[in-house]
């Protein structure tokens, strides 16, 4: 596959950092998520995590410039420079602009974005059902892919925690934020003629096998 930036869009639960994982392991290059750098910080306290914490266990969206400064700064170290896949970001169209313009001055050429569409109800299971681990991000889910031992992971043994904003509450308003501010981006890319649809409703072993023929061909 040619070097340049993967975009992984979809609403939560879409399993877009599962997916990105494989492909990132696949081509090599990097898998970037906001939200795991997010949660990261707030883990360890950083002044950027406290401030970030609140927004996220209220499932509501951290400003532009906050999440647009992480991604700048991370795109910009070496093992960026063939190419990266951003798992959660753009989720504005202020954030997309900021890609376009970074990617520009990068000389990376346009992004390739993977729409992954999943009903809403799969969603609400996937995100009710998930689990990860809390040693090597290893993700489960208890409906469709549970551990062999209830809460513990497989493969490093690593407790099986869900994620703080994995609740009711949180679950309906990040919804309610994909539906207003990120789904627009569909249509933004689709303008530019970058957009692939994948079809997120089917096992992930299926969609990751969709992906690899996918860029094969690309
Ligand atoms: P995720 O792990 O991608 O589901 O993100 C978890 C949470 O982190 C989101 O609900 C937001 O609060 C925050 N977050 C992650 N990525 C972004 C982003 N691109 N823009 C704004 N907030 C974000």
Wanted: hydrophobic share 35%.
């Amino acid at each position: 596959m040619r070097a340049h930036a993967l975009i992984f869009l979809g609403a939560p639960g879409a399993g877009k950092g599962t997916q990105a994982r494989e492909v990132a392991k696949d081509c090599g290059i990097p898998q970037i998520s906001t939200g795991d750098i997010l949660r990261e910080a707030a883990k360890k306290q950083t002044p950027l995590g406290l401030a970030a914490k609140a927004k996220m266990d209220a499932g509501e969206l951290v400003p532009d410039e906050v999440v647009c400064g992480i991604v700048e700064e991370r795109i910009s170290e070496p093992d960026c420079r063939a190419g990266f896949i951003l798992d959660g970001f753009p989720r504005t169209l202020a954030q997309a602009e900021f890609v376009d313009r970074a990617l520009r001055a990068k000389g990376h050429g346009r992004p390739q974005v993977l729409n992954i569409e999943v009903d809403e109800d799969l969603l609400l299971k996937r995100l009710t059902g998930r689990r990860t681990c809390s040693v090597g991000g290893e993700i489960y889910n208890i409906y469709f892919n549970p551990p062999k031992r209830d809460g513990v992971c497989d493969k490093d043994g690593g407790k099986l925690l869900s994620r703080a904003d994995d609740n009711e509450q949180a679950i309906r308003q990040r919804l309610e934020a994909y539906h207003h501010q990120t789904s627009p981006l569909i249509d933004y890319y689709r303008a530019q003629g970058v957009l692939h649809g994948v079809d997120g409703n089917k096992d992930p072993e299926s969609i990751a096998r969709e992906l690899r023929e996918f860029f094969a061909r690309a």
